[in-house]
Protein backbone atom coordinates (compact mmCIF):
# COMPACT_ATOMS: atom_id res chain seq x y z
CA UNK A 1 0.00 0.00 0.00
CA UNK A 2 1.37 3.60 -0.39
CA UNK A 3 -0.03 6.75 0.50
CA UNK A 4 -0.80 7.68 -2.61
CA UNK A 5 -3.37 5.10 -2.48
CA UNK A 6 -5.94 7.10 -0.26
CA UNK A 7 -8.11 9.81 -1.71
CA UNK A 8 -7.49 13.11 0.85
CA UNK A 9 -8.94 14.35 2.71
CA UNK A 10 -10.61 11.23 3.20
CA UNK A 11 -13.56 12.60 4.99
CA UNK A 12 -14.71 16.55 5.04
CA UNK A 13 -15.27 18.62 7.67
CA UNK A 14 -14.44 15.72 10.48
CA UNK A 15 -11.65 17.39 12.81
CA UNK A 16 -9.95 15.34 15.63
CA UNK A 17 -10.27 12.12 13.66
CA UNK A 18 -9.94 8.93 15.26
CA UNK A 19 -9.84 5.39 13.36
CA UNK A 20 -9.81 2.04 15.24
CA UNK A 21 -9.10 -1.76 13.29
CA UNK A 22 -11.74 -4.02 15.41
CA UNK A 23 -10.86 -7.70 15.53
CA UNK A 24 -14.18 -8.29 13.74
CA UNK A 25 -12.44 -6.73 10.91
CA UNK A 26 -14.22 -3.37 10.39
CA UNK A 27 -12.40 0.10 11.07
CA UNK A 28 -14.43 2.66 13.30
CA UNK A 29 -14.69 6.10 13.02
CA UNK A 30 -15.36 9.09 14.77
CA UNK A 31 -14.59 12.49 15.10
CA UNK A 32 -16.10 16.25 16.00
CA UNK A 33 -18.77 17.44 13.96
CA UNK A 34 -19.17 20.76 13.11
CA UNK A 35 -21.91 21.17 15.02
CA UNK A 36 -20.65 20.23 17.98
CA UNK A 37 -24.13 18.55 19.25
CA UNK A 38 -23.81 14.69 18.76
CA UNK A 39 -21.52 11.60 18.65
CA UNK A 40 -21.61 9.73 15.04
CA UNK A 41 -19.55 6.48 14.75
CA UNK A 42 -18.89 4.68 10.72
CA UNK A 43 -17.29 1.47 9.91
CA UNK A 44 -16.00 -0.09 6.84
CA UNK A 45 -13.93 -2.51 6.01
CA UNK A 46 -11.78 -0.50 4.37
CA UNK A 47 -9.87 2.82 5.23
CA UNK A 48 -10.90 4.24 1.72
CA UNK A 49 -14.56 2.50 2.84
CA UNK A 50 -14.48 5.40 4.99
CA UNK A 51 -15.41 8.13 3.05
CA UNK A 52 -18.45 6.48 1.87
CA UNK A 53 -20.01 4.42 4.93
CA UNK A 54 -23.07 5.77 6.27
CA UNK A 55 -22.48 7.57 9.69
CA UNK A 56 -24.89 6.92 12.49
CA UNK A 57 -25.45 9.26 15.21
CA UNK A 58 -25.36 6.99 18.49
CA UNK A 59 -25.36 9.74 21.52
CA UNK A 60 -26.91 13.18 20.97
CA UNK A 61 -26.68 15.89 23.30
CA UNK A 62 -28.16 16.77 26.58
CA UNK A 63 -30.40 19.72 26.21
CA UNK A 64 -29.33 21.50 29.20
CA UNK A 65 -26.82 21.21 31.92
CA UNK A 66 -23.63 19.04 31.81
CA UNK A 67 -23.59 17.34 28.14
CA UNK A 68 -25.64 19.58 25.93
CA UNK A 69 -22.57 21.76 24.84
CA UNK A 70 -19.70 21.80 22.03
CA UNK A 71 -19.40 18.11 22.00
CA UNK A 72 -15.59 17.71 21.32
CA UNK A 73 -12.93 14.62 20.11
CA UNK A 74 -14.84 11.25 20.74
CA UNK A 75 -12.87 8.35 20.65
CA UNK A 76 -13.68 5.10 20.46
CA UNK A 77 -11.74 1.71 22.55
CA UNK A 78 -12.81 -1.47 22.87
CA UNK A 79 -12.04 -2.29 26.72
CA UNK A 80 -12.21 -5.79 28.30
CA UNK A 81 -14.98 -6.65 25.31
CA UNK A 82 -17.19 -3.96 25.44
CA UNK A 83 -16.73 -0.46 23.91
CA UNK A 84 -16.09 3.23 25.54
CA UNK A 85 -16.31 6.38 24.26
CA UNK A 86 -14.69 9.33 25.58
CA UNK A 87 -15.42 13.09 24.76
CA UNK A 88 -15.65 16.45 25.97
CA UNK A 89 -18.60 18.57 26.64
CA UNK A 90 -19.59 21.51 28.27
CA UNK A 91 -22.41 22.71 30.25
CA UNK A 92 -22.71 26.21 28.75
CA UNK A 93 -20.59 28.35 25.62
CA UNK A 94 -19.22 30.92 28.23
CA UNK A 95 -15.88 31.41 28.39
CA UNK A 96 -14.52 31.37 31.99
CA UNK A 97 -11.09 32.84 33.16
CA UNK A 98 -10.50 32.75 29.50
CA UNK A 99 -11.35 28.93 28.51
CA UNK A 100 -14.43 27.08 27.97
CA UNK A 101 -15.97 25.12 30.84
CA UNK A 102 -15.23 21.58 29.46
CA UNK A 103 -14.90 17.91 31.31
CA UNK A 104 -14.17 14.35 30.00
CA UNK A 105 -17.36 11.93 29.80
CA UNK A 106 -17.60 8.50 28.81
CA UNK A 107 -20.38 6.21 27.45
CA UNK A 108 -20.56 2.06 27.21
CA UNK A 109 -21.37 -0.37 25.33
CA UNK A 110 -22.15 -3.95 25.60
CA UNK A 111 -23.29 -4.83 22.47
CA UNK A 112 -21.05 -6.78 19.84
CA UNK A 113 -22.27 -4.12 17.03
CA UNK A 114 -21.47 -0.68 18.59
CA UNK A 115 -23.64 1.61 15.56
CA UNK A 116 -27.28 1.25 17.35
CA UNK A 117 -27.71 3.99 19.79
CA UNK A 118 -30.05 1.66 21.98
CA UNK A 119 -27.26 -0.17 23.27
CA UNK A 120 -25.03 2.71 24.71
CA UNK A 121 -25.34 4.12 28.59
CA UNK A 122 -23.80 6.82 30.28
CA UNK A 123 -20.75 6.48 33.06
CA UNK A 124 -20.74 9.59 33.46
CA UNK A 125 -17.92 12.60 34.04
CA UNK A 126 -14.06 11.00 34.00
CA UNK A 127 -13.21 13.08 37.61
CA UNK A 128 -9.57 13.87 38.05
CA UNK A 129 -7.80 15.18 41.06
CA UNK A 130 -8.84 19.48 39.46
CA UNK A 131 -12.23 20.84 38.80
CA UNK A 132 -10.67 22.54 35.66
CA UNK A 133 -11.30 22.79 32.00
CA UNK A 134 -10.44 19.16 30.59
CA UNK A 135 -10.75 17.20 26.90
CA UNK A 136 -9.25 15.06 24.64
CA UNK A 137 -8.87 11.62 26.41
CA UNK A 138 -7.51 8.41 25.30
CA UNK A 139 -6.48 5.04 26.95
CA UNK A 140 -4.13 2.62 26.61
CA UNK A 141 -3.45 -0.91 28.05
CA UNK A 142 0.17 -1.86 29.06
CA UNK A 143 1.50 -4.86 30.78
CA UNK A 144 -1.91 -5.78 32.01
CA UNK A 145 -2.94 -2.32 33.33
CA UNK A 146 -5.42 0.23 31.70
CA UNK A 147 -3.89 3.67 31.30
CA UNK A 148 -5.51 6.89 30.90
CA UNK A 149 -3.80 10.34 28.90
CA UNK A 150 -6.00 13.33 28.44
CA UNK A 151 -5.52 16.99 28.65
CA UNK A 152 -6.07 20.00 31.44
CA UNK A 153 -5.84 23.12 32.68
CA UNK A 154 -3.80 23.70 35.68
CA UNK A 155 -3.93 26.78 37.61
CA UNK A 156 -0.59 26.60 38.82
CA UNK A 157 0.84 26.13 35.20
CA UNK A 158 0.61 29.02 32.49
CA UNK A 159 -1.53 27.54 29.86
CA UNK A 160 -4.75 26.06 28.82
CA UNK A 161 -3.70 23.01 28.90
CA UNK A 162 -1.05 20.13 29.45
CA UNK A 163 -0.70 16.58 29.25
CA UNK A 164 -1.59 13.93 32.45
CA UNK A 165 -1.34 9.96 32.34
CA UNK A 166 -3.01 7.78 34.97
CA UNK A 167 -3.99 4.25 35.70
CA UNK A 168 -7.67 3.37 35.74
CA UNK A 169 -9.74 1.46 38.30
CA UNK A 170 -12.23 0.87 35.61
CA UNK A 171 -12.28 2.17 31.92
CA UNK A 172 -14.35 5.40 34.00
CA UNK A 173 -12.56 6.04 36.91
CA UNK A 174 -9.02 7.03 37.96
CA UNK A 175 -7.11 4.90 40.12
CA UNK A 176 -4.04 6.63 40.58
CA UNK A 177 -2.80 10.92 41.07
CA UNK A 178 -2.25 12.01 37.83
CA UNK A 179 1.19 12.57 36.38
CA UNK A 180 2.14 15.58 34.85
CA UNK A 181 3.50 14.34 31.29
CA UNK A 182 4.44 17.75 29.42
CA UNK A 183 2.92 21.50 29.50
CA UNK A 184 3.47 23.94 26.78
CA UNK A 185 6.96 24.94 27.14
CA UNK A 186 8.37 25.97 23.76
CA UNK A 187 7.89 28.58 21.07
CA UNK A 188 6.19 26.56 18.65
CA UNK A 189 3.82 25.16 21.82
CA UNK A 190 3.04 28.26 22.75
CA UNK A 191 1.82 30.17 19.37
CA UNK A 192 -1.66 32.01 19.97
CA UNK A 193 -2.56 29.37 22.98
CA UNK A 194 0.20 27.47 24.97
CA UNK A 195 -1.46 24.22 24.68
CA UNK A 196 -0.49 20.48 25.10
CA UNK A 197 -3.34 18.61 23.89
CA UNK A 198 -4.81 15.80 21.62
CA UNK A 199 -3.14 12.86 22.59
CA UNK A 200 -2.37 9.44 21.19
CA UNK A 201 -0.12 6.72 21.93
CA UNK A 202 1.33 3.73 19.70
CA UNK A 203 3.93 1.52 21.22
CA UNK A 204 6.71 -0.42 19.10
CA UNK A 205 10.44 -0.97 18.97
CA UNK A 206 10.38 -1.19 22.74
CA UNK A 207 8.92 2.43 23.55
CA UNK A 208 5.90 4.22 24.00
CA UNK A 209 5.37 6.78 22.34
CA UNK A 210 2.58 9.69 22.74
CA UNK A 211 2.17 12.63 19.96
CA UNK A 212 0.33 15.37 20.86
CA UNK A 213 -0.76 19.00 19.37
CA UNK A 214 0.58 22.02 20.98
CA UNK A 215 -0.72 26.10 19.83
CA UNK A 216 -3.39 27.87 18.41
CA UNK A 217 -5.77 25.85 16.08
CA UNK A 218 -4.86 27.71 12.59
CA UNK A 219 -1.75 27.36 10.55
CA UNK A 220 0.38 27.20 14.23
CA UNK A 221 -0.75 23.55 14.95
CA UNK A 222 1.55 21.73 15.31
CA UNK A 223 2.27 17.83 16.07
CA UNK A 224 4.98 17.23 19.34
CA UNK A 225 5.81 13.76 20.91
CA UNK A 226 6.90 12.23 24.19
CA UNK A 227 8.16 8.99 24.60
CA UNK A 228 9.69 6.12 27.39
CA UNK A 229 11.12 2.41 27.27
CA UNK A 230 8.62 -0.31 27.39
CA UNK A 231 10.00 -2.20 30.36
CA UNK A 232 9.91 1.82 32.46
CA UNK A 233 7.67 2.73 35.12
CA UNK A 234 5.35 5.21 33.03
CA UNK A 235 3.89 6.71 36.23
CA UNK A 236 7.25 8.21 36.88
CA UNK A 237 7.78 11.68 34.39
CA UNK A 238 11.91 10.81 35.01
CA UNK A 239 11.29 7.78 32.77
CA UNK A 240 9.74 10.01 29.76
CA UNK A 241 12.29 12.09 27.22
CA UNK A 242 10.40 15.23 25.06
CA UNK A 243 11.28 16.36 21.22
CA UNK A 244 12.02 19.99 21.35
CA UNK A 245 11.02 20.43 18.30
CA UNK A 246 7.63 19.83 16.18
CA UNK A 247 7.51 16.17 14.68
CA UNK A 248 4.99 17.03 11.89
CA UNK A 249 3.54 20.77 11.01
CA UNK A 250 2.03 22.81 8.31
CA UNK A 251 3.45 22.14 4.36
CA UNK A 252 3.34 25.86 3.11
CA UNK A 253 4.40 24.37 -0.57
CA UNK A 254 0.90 22.54 -0.49
CA UNK A 255 -1.65 24.55 1.20
CA UNK A 256 -1.54 22.08 3.92
CA UNK A 257 -1.81 24.02 6.99
CA UNK A 258 -2.36 23.05 11.13
CA UNK A 259 -2.34 19.57 10.95
CA UNK A 260 -2.62 17.58 14.13
CA UNK A 261 -4.91 15.75 16.80
CA UNK A 262 -3.98 12.44 15.36
CA UNK A 263 -4.73 9.37 15.94
CA UNK A 264 -2.75 5.98 14.99
CA UNK A 265 -4.34 2.84 12.76
CA UNK A 266 -3.10 0.07 10.84
CA UNK A 267 -3.55 -0.76 7.09
CA UNK A 268 -5.95 -3.85 5.78
CA UNK A 269 -2.73 -6.33 5.77
CA UNK A 270 -1.54 -5.19 9.51
CA UNK A 271 1.60 -4.28 7.91
CA UNK A 272 1.91 -0.54 7.49
CA UNK A 273 1.12 1.73 10.44
CA UNK A 274 -1.39 4.87 9.40
CA UNK A 275 -1.62 8.38 10.46
CA UNK A 276 -4.72 9.68 10.84
CA UNK A 277 -5.59 14.01 11.44
CA UNK A 278 -7.33 16.53 10.39
CA UNK A 279 -5.50 19.75 8.79
CA UNK A 280 -7.15 22.90 6.52
CA UNK A 281 -5.59 24.32 2.56
CA UNK A 282 -6.21 27.87 3.82
CA UNK A 283 -5.46 30.12 6.55
CA UNK A 284 -7.89 32.80 5.72
CA UNK A 285 -10.14 31.92 8.49
CA UNK A 286 -13.10 34.23 9.80
CA UNK A 287 -13.89 34.52 13.36
CA UNK A 288 -12.71 32.11 15.63
CA UNK A 289 -10.79 28.66 14.31
CA UNK A 290 -12.83 26.61 16.77
CA UNK A 291 -15.71 27.13 14.66
CA UNK A 292 -14.56 27.13 10.74
CA UNK A 293 -15.72 23.40 9.71
CA UNK A 294 -13.12 22.89 7.23
CA UNK A 295 -10.66 20.93 9.40
CA UNK A 296 -10.75 17.48 6.91
CA UNK A 297 -9.28 14.15 8.68
CA UNK A 298 -6.37 12.64 6.50
CA UNK A 299 -4.82 9.77 6.67
CA UNK A 300 -1.14 8.67 5.49
CA UNK A 301 1.43 6.17 5.85
CA UNK A 302 4.15 6.89 8.46
CA UNK A 303 7.54 5.15 8.47
CA UNK A 304 10.10 4.47 11.41
CA UNK A 305 13.63 5.73 11.81
CA UNK A 306 16.96 3.65 12.20
CA UNK A 307 16.20 4.59 16.33
CA UNK A 308 13.32 3.43 16.21
CA UNK A 309 11.38 6.22 16.27
CA UNK A 310 8.17 7.30 13.60
CA UNK A 311 8.91 9.79 10.96
CA UNK A 312 5.71 11.07 9.73
CA UNK A 313 6.94 13.35 7.06
CA UNK A 314 5.11 16.31 5.31
CA UNK A 315 0.98 16.91 5.52
CA UNK A 316 0.36 15.10 1.82
CA UNK A 317 -1.49 17.09 -0.76
CA UNK A 318 -5.06 17.00 -1.24
CA UNK A 319 -5.86 14.77 -4.38
CA UNK A 320 -9.45 15.42 -3.60
CA UNK A 321 -12.48 18.39 -4.00
Same mark, same amino acid.
Given at each position: MTTEAFINPLIIQRADPFIYKHTDGYYYFTASVPAYNLIEIRRAKTIAGLAHAAPRSIWLKH??????? $???? *? @??????????????? /??? %???????????????ECDAENPMNDENWVEKGQVVTDKDTFCLDATTFEHNGKLY???????????????????????????????? $???? *? @??????????????? /??? %???????????????????????????TDADVLDMDNWEKSKDPIFQSDLS???FGPGHNSFTVSEDGQTDILVYHCRDYTEIKGDPLYDPNRHTKVQEFTWTKDGKPFFGKPVPYNYL
Open positions: DEGEMSK $LIWA *P @EIHFINNKWYIYFAS /AAT %EDIVDDLFTHRMYCIYVWAQKDNDIRGNSNLYISEMENPWTLKTKPL $LLTK *P @EYDWETIGFWVNEGP /AVI %ERNGKIFITYSASATDENYAMGMIWCDTDQ
